[in-house]
């Protein structure tokens, strides 16, 4: 007979047991869901109150941040070290604002992201954005081979040329020489 009331007693325990635990996973489902219902409510909130242009094409705006300022990957690896394009030697002095090289390819002179390309005529002309703000016209270009809002890095090549390249530089919209930039 012991044992009969030994076993009611440990089916009764467990029987608790399971049902606080029971309370518990109810208790921490209703918290998640509190949670889930207050999140999307701050962030309906939030939009409504800044009212993003975006809001009909999220993709687009997602597309056109610049993701290096956030991630800036350059500064991470430090093998390529920071220097003015005079150093890198890639292009020679052909007349005020022309420069050529030997290879008629259009390399990148600084890591930045392609802001705009506009055909104009028969040539084309790309502005690059600096991660210090500074932008970079080149015009004149016969070919293009890279897309808008890309992320190219110093040294690539971005199309070619026939007789030269013209490479404009501004800072706060003042124009400045190529090889004061510094990126």
Known sequence: MRDLEHIRRRIYKNRSIEKKGRIINAFNRLIIALMVVCVISLSVMIASKLQPRFALNAWDYIQSIQWSSFLPFETWFKGEQTQSVAAMDLYETAGE?????????????????????????????????????????????????????????????????????????????????????EA
């Open 97 to 181: 604002h022309r420069y050529l090289n030997d290879t008629n390819i259009v390399t990148a002179p600084f890591t930045a992201m392609v802001l705009h390309i506009e055909a104009q005529n028969d040539t084309y002309c790309v502005s690059l954005l600096l991660d210090d703000g500074t932008l970079v016209n080149i015009s004149n270009m016969q070919e293009v081979s890279i897309q808008q809002d890309e992320r190219i890095l110093a040294g690539a090549a971005i199309g070619t040329y026939q007789e030269y390249v013209e490479i404009h530089c501004y800072i706060d919209g003042t124009e400045i020489d190529l090889k004061d930039v």
